[in-house]
């Protein structure tokens, strides 16, 4: 029942954020909530067990993929609509109060962190006894797929010649 | 915990390994060879050559490796010849055509080869995981290729409309394949045979039948889904398009083939109905639009398009002797389809593109064994005795129709009769009009061999069918088609 439910919950979020990503005029917006969609995705293989995916899907997608569209929507110069401009310092106070936010963790994790030792490696197999964590997967991709995975390099060795090819100047 | 893979699976994957090192060479060879040098494709044909004499250690193989991820069988044996012989051919007509628009051929021949490759895993593999891995390398691999020559704009339009509209296709085929797997539990599609048995009638299976035939009938361009094909076909480097035409469309119907056959032959009344629909659909759309065609690439694009209708007859069909016919239908098509490329590829020149209708004008004054090879394609790819087209049709009717499916036949008859007005519209261009341009079009000698194979190719297999046929019938006779018989019975 309470699975039922934060599934529900938390599919509700995702098609939400999926509706405000293609409905807002601002494309940096856009591809804010795209995180945010991202990151409900990843609560939801967490809910199914699937902590390596959840990991991967916060890492690869919220962080890789998301931080490369912004990077194309900076570039591409796509027009913002005008009230975007009205006041450059509006956020500025709201930025400052997150970066030192973020600063304040990291030392209190640097501080804390080595006051109290970390637990051994070895109770990590303990904490996530469950099917779906990283173990498991690299069990298996190096085990039964160890074939496809060696394919998928040709794959990637493919992807990495043609952006070569695309993106070379006229020698 | 499943085992894992033993070193005797290797030596069965060893045509794959032979090739992806191959490829590797041609990468390498590339840089170190002088600026120039005309070494790169005849290593390329010489891979190919190697690929080719690994696979034959495994003639009469018949045997599952790796866990159930690939086949080793008689139908794999096929099709990998099948495209080790047409990237060899796309490679000889590729050379004059590269140094014509300015590329640089290193990585060209390395992609063709990793096509090669994802098109040889296509069909030997049995689970979804490795056909779709195929799969995308080979896509990947076309992509790229599609948009070689950067600065001509209709290969940058080719390629960005072939990778958007392949994305989505493979976005809609994946999410068919996740529910096959979350309905059944396993990726294998042997084991998910059994485990579909019974459950004809769940809603969620026909959504997942649905959502894969949609995906693999782009892959195939068949109509609804075929709108990619003619800009992609168009604007792709000729030889490139002769490749995807041939090598893609038939991994393709490898892949269509075991995941219909193999994997889901519980629901074959729904897939059935679906393919005969698309399949009189694909037919009627791609002759009645290659009618009006003014260029040449687009009118075979069209042409292919109504070709993969005529090959979906023999899934329709879903017997030995539809498969049989369809395995035939491929390789007769593609000699006809790669030695039509290789005659455009002829006519291209510095001063000239040479894909227009009218670019053919008066061919049999300027080059009268162009003209009547390309005459022989022509009369082929219309079905008309005694090329190979007329056989290949013969036997996919024939299937047609001894599986119930008159009416398809007819329909396929009488689009074949349409087609013949534009097969025949080039022939009159080419003997009956007077040249407009004023030049001798010229071969070079690895074009020439390439046209001559596909002549000869084409008239043998027409006039003398039967070793094609006991080679097409013992190939579909090594798929497991108890499923489908039982099903279809």
Redesign the interface.
Known sequence: MGQAIAFYGLSFFILFFAVLVVSTKDTVHSVLFLVLDFLFVAALYVLLGAQFLAAIQVLVYAGGIVVLYLFVVMLVNLKRPPEAYEDPHRRTNLGFALAASVLLEVGAIATYGYASPAPALARASEVFPVSGNTEEVG??L???????FE??S??L???M??A???AKR?? | ?????SLS?FTY?LPEIVL?AGSLLV?IADVLLPRGSRVLPWLTIAVLGATAAALVPFAGEHREI??G??AIDQFALFFKALFIFAAAMTVMMSVRYLEIE?A?PG?YY??IL?ST??MM?MAGGIDL??VF??L??MA??F??LA??I??NQRSNEA?VKYFLLGAFSLGILLYGMSLMYGLSGTTNLRVMATAFAGQERDPRLMLAVVLVVAGMGFKIAAVPFHMWAPDVYEGSPTPVTAFLSVGSKAASFAMLLRIFLEGLPVMSADWRLLFEALAIVTMTIGNLAALTQSNLKRMLAYSSIAHAGYLLMGVVAGTERGITAMLIYLVVYSFMQLGAFAIIVMLRRRDMIGDELKDLSGLYQRHPFAAFAMLLFMLSLGGIPPTAGFMGKFWLFGAAIESGYVGLAVIGVLNSAVSLYYYIRVVVFMYVKKETTGSEPTMSPMLAVTVAVAVVATLAMGVYPRLLFELAEASAQSLRLSGIAAAIR
């Not at chain 1, 190096?142 to 496809?148: K, R």
């Not at chain 2, 915990?1 to 893979?5: N, R």
């Open positions: 069990w298996l190096y085990t039964s797929y160890l074939i496809p394919i998928a040709m794959l060795l493919v992807a010649i043609g070569i090819v695309l006229e020698l | 915990m499943p085992p894992g893979v699976d994957l992806t990468l790796a866990n991820l690939f300015g640089s990585e390395f992609l990793c490759l994802g895993i995981i490795t891995i195929g995308e390398t990947v691999s992509y790229i948009g070689f950067k600065p390629a």
